[in-house]
């Protein structure tokens, strides 16, 4: 069995859901030693998430936003942690949601995922950001 880890510093990237599929292929060629095996990849932050959905129509991108918004507002008067700002607790509450990390099964060197499907980096801060995740892969 292989083990493999790396971590990856992720393009900036504007407030959204924003697909980052073929970056990580790209800064992970070890992958296609793998004939079969699993990935884990993981965020390493508290305001920014990932997940798995629709990689063709973006219209899906921009609906997520608008329900994860509508669900998670900004400038709640309840909300007691905002010393970073108005998005500062809303960024929080939805990566709790949506969570810090993915297990995509691994097949002949690449990820094996619906056509469909691709890797959404859930980016809830107003600023972009330079994000850092860690790839685990274990196969053979």
Same mark, same amino acid.
């Given at each position: ?7 990856i ?6 407030? $959204?859901?924003?697909? *980052? =599929?073929?970056?990580i ?15 884990? /990849? %993981? *965020? ?7 997940? /798995?959905?629709e ?6 991108? *921009? &609906?997520?936003? =608008?329900?994860f918004?509508?669900? %998670? #507002? ?12 108005? &998005?500062?607790? #809303?960024?929080? +509450?939805? +990566? ?7 297990? /995509?099964?691994?097949?002949? $060197?690449?990820?094996?995922? $619906? ?21 685990? *892969?274990? $196969?053979?």
């Amino acid at each position: 069995m292989k083990i493999f880890q790396k971590e990856i510093s992720l393009t900036p990237q504007r407030r $959204g859901f924003n697909l *980052i =599929t073929q970056e990580i292929v790209k800064k992970i060629p070890e992958i296609s030693e793998i004939e079969a095996g699993i990935a884990t /990849i %993981f *965020i390493k932050h508290t305001s920014a998430s990932l997940t /798995i959905n629709e990689n063709a129509d973006p219209d899906v991108r *921009i &609906d997520l936003e =608008t329900l994860f918004n509508r669900n %998670f #507002p900004e400038r709640l008067p309840e909300y007691r942690h905002t010393f970073e700002g108005s &998005d500062d607790m #809303p960024a929080h +509450a939805k +990566a709790t949601a949506i969570g810090q990390s993915l297990t /995509i099964p691994i097949t002949n $060197g690449r990820l094996n995922m $619906g056509t469909w499907q691709g890797i959404y980096l859930c980016e809830h801060r107003n600023h972009a950001h330079s994000r850092q995740i860690v790839v685990t *892969i274990l $196969g053979q």
